[in-house]
């Protein structure tokens, strides 16, 4: 993967800001949920964060994200307002979604962030539609679908993958390979070691890659959206990863060898990347710190508002749910 682009030391410190963005929201959402305050679904995605952080540099706001249930951290990639997530995700009138949504449905148009679905590879048939619309009105958009490994074995994913090569759509299907699809592994549910490989399968390019490396995650992500732009059609890009929670909050993950969980979590790629910056003279511990200590300020700001505001009144309820009742 040497030939990709490399991102600049800037874009790095912004592949950073991302990442411990989503870190320290993660963090937040999981204690609030713990004290109660929090009543929500939520699947973390603690250990996948440098995949969407070095992907979405390389977007627009116009560019289409379409994700899953865990992809909390790629709507804070992509840039989805913290205030708006966090309301929605406390069922406040003041959410994306008027707090009807959740962590199952955030939506923000202005920023790309289309849909987190909570149905097993259905990112994939979305943003497959949002790249035919993208191509019909040809502005140059591209829409990008995250999923899992386990959605790569299910009827989607072929439909998708073949209607977006077939008609030459500016697609990006980044599966996010944390090995695990709920409680099994990889290895007790496909016979290929490489799920890019299925790509020759639709005529389309894939490639694998090492998800919690900035370099290879930004070069391949790069590469895959400009020709996605260009006309040069889909891309499936298969980032491998880890996830350090179980595959809700909750699940303590006995099914996860002690000793692959505790090689991931060593290899922590948000410290790996703070660390790197600091020794390569990108930026100084101290700046950093500054950097970390805004953010929080900004999570905390976000929560508070969202537990000061009200929850929707019943006659919300219905609204925007069924066309007929759209006001
Ligand atoms: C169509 C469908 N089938 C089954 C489920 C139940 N389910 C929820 S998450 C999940 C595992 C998916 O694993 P993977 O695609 O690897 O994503 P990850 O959770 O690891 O990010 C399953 C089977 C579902 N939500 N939708
Ligand atoms: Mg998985």
New binding site residues.
């Given amino acids: 993967m040497s030939n990709y682009p490399k991102p600049t030391n800037e874009q790095l410190l912004d592949i950073y800001r991302r990442a411990i963005t989503i870190k320290l929201n993660d963090e937040r959402i999981i204690k609030e949920m713990m004290s109660g305050r929090l009543v929500t679904p939520y699947?973390s995605?603690r250990g996948?964060e440098i995949i969407p952080s070095s992907v979405m540099p390389n977007m627009n706001d116009d560019d289409y994200l379409c994700t899953?249930?865990?992809g909390t951290h790629d709507m804070v990639a992509k840039g989805f307002p913290l205030d708006l997530m966090w309301a929605e995700l406390a069922g406040r009138v003041t959410g994306s979604c008027k707090g009807k949504g959740g962590t199952m449905h955030l939506t923000h148009p202005p920023t790309g962030s289309m849909v987190t679905t909570?149905?097993?590879?259905?990112s994939m048939p979305i943003a497959t539609g949002l790249g035919w619309a993208a191509k019909l009105k040809n502005k140059r958009q591209v829409a990008l679908a995250c999923?899992?490994?386990?959605?790569?074995n299910?009827g989607a994913f072929h439909e998708s993958l073949n209607f977006a090569a077939v008609f030459n759509l500016p697609v990006i299907f980044l599966c996010?390979?944390?090995r695990?699809?709920?409680h099994t592994s990889?290895k007790k549910s496909s016979r290929v070691e490489q799920y890019s490989k299925r790509a020759a399968g639709y005529g389309m390019e894939g490639v694998t890659v090492n998800g919690n490396d900035p370099d290879e995650m930004y070069g391949a992500a790069k590469w895959a959206i400009n020709r996605a732009r260009n006309g040069e059609g889909p891309t499936l890009i298969e980032a491998m990863t880890f996830?350090f929670n179980g595959?809700l909050l909750g699940d303590p993950g006995h099914y996860i060898p002690a000793e692959e969980m505790a090689a991931a979590k060593a290899a922590d790629p948000v410290p790996a990347l703070r660390q790197r910056l600091i020794d390569s003279g990108i930026a100084d511990g101290a700046a950093l710190d500054t950097m970390e200590a805004g953010i929080l300020v900004t999570i905390d700001a976000a929560v508070q508002a969202a537990y000061a505001a009200d929850y929707p009144d019943v006659a919300e309820l219905k609204r925007d749910v069924f066309a007929h009742e759209i006001a």
């Avoid at 909570?118 to 259905?122: D, E, K, L």
């Avoid at 999923?147 to 790569?152: E, I, S, V």
């Fill in positions: 699947y995605a996948q899953i249930y865990r909570g149905i097993v590879g259905s999923f899992g490994d386990g959605a790569c299910i996010q390979n944390n695990y699809a709920e990889m996830r595959h």
